[in-house]
């Protein structure tokens, strides 16, 4: 159980281009995601808390206008990155939990965006 | 914010070798989670162990939350258990979890 889908695995774009990536919990109500970016060799960095029906909770420096987060349903939080530019190519992956903090984390397999 | 430290950050080992990775973390945990990210960005949940003692196979893990520390132990280590460990920890009522900066593991045959 417990299972996070996230697609797509991999985009390609040009500069320019907005990109959105979903995340799904397939099997639980997830209240919570989140949203992390991995640079090459370093750990994971926290770029958002995604609550349903709420606005995200973004991490300082993080630019709310260029990545769009939305959590509309309990199974379902998207990542845009707006008019993305080669400096925002990377790893992101997102998690998600259900019910207290107690609880563990699942994690989707992310998604490797290269921009052109 | 809570800090987390992992050791060591590197580690070379040979395929059959056991091996002890440290995560001491510097407040109350309610919250402790060991993944591995394969060389595909995969992260594997191993487990998560806000305290006590847990198995699954080869691997085990120990947190001492009254000292602050986790440790994961691999036994007979294989190649395919290359890659980065990390330990990431939640504390007080907070959901957001910290990452340490992880260990890499390369496993030669």
């Known amino acids: 159980g417990a299972v996070v889908s996230q697609h797509p695995s991999r985009v390609i774009c040009k500069s320019g281009t907005s990109v959105k990536i979903e995340c799904r919990s397939l099997d639980f109500q997830a209240t919570t995601m989140f949203w992390y970016r991995q640079f090459p060799k370093q750990s994971l960095m926290l770029m958002a808390t995604?609550?349903?029906?709420?606005?995200?909770?973004?991490e300082q420096g993080v630019e709310k206008d260029k990545f769009l987060i939305n959590h509309a349903s309990l199974t379902l939080s998207t990542l845009t990155v707006t008019s993305a530019h080669p400096e925002d190519s990377s790893f992101y992956i997102c998690?998600?939990?259900?019910?207290?903090?107690?609880?563990?984390?699942?994690f989707g397999d992310g998604t490797r965006l290269s921009i052109l | 914010g809570i800090q987390v430290e992992q050791s060591p950050p590197d580690l070379i080992l040979q395929e059959g070798a056991n091996s002890t990775l440290r995560c001491n973390f510097s407040?109350?945990?309610?919250?402790l989670q060991w993944f591995h990210q394969n060389p595909w960005g995969q992260l594997i949940n191993l487990f998560y162990i806000p305290s006590g003692t847990k198995q699954n196979g080869r691997l085990s893990a120990t947190t001492v939350a009254t000292e602050r520390y986790s440790l994961l132990y691999i036994s007979s280590s294989q190649t395919t258990d290359s890659g980065v460990y990390f330990c990431?920890?939640?504390?007080?009522?907070?959901?957001?979890?910290?990452f340490g900066r992880g260990t890499s593991l390369i496993v030669h045959p």
């Open positions: 995604s609550n349903e029906g709420s606005k995200a909770t973004y």
């Open positions: 990431a920890v939640g504390s007080g009522g907070s959901y957001i979890p910290t």
């Open positions: 407040d109350s945990v309610n919250n």
């Open positions: 998690s998600a939990v259900t019910g207290s903090p107690r609880q563990p984390q699942h």
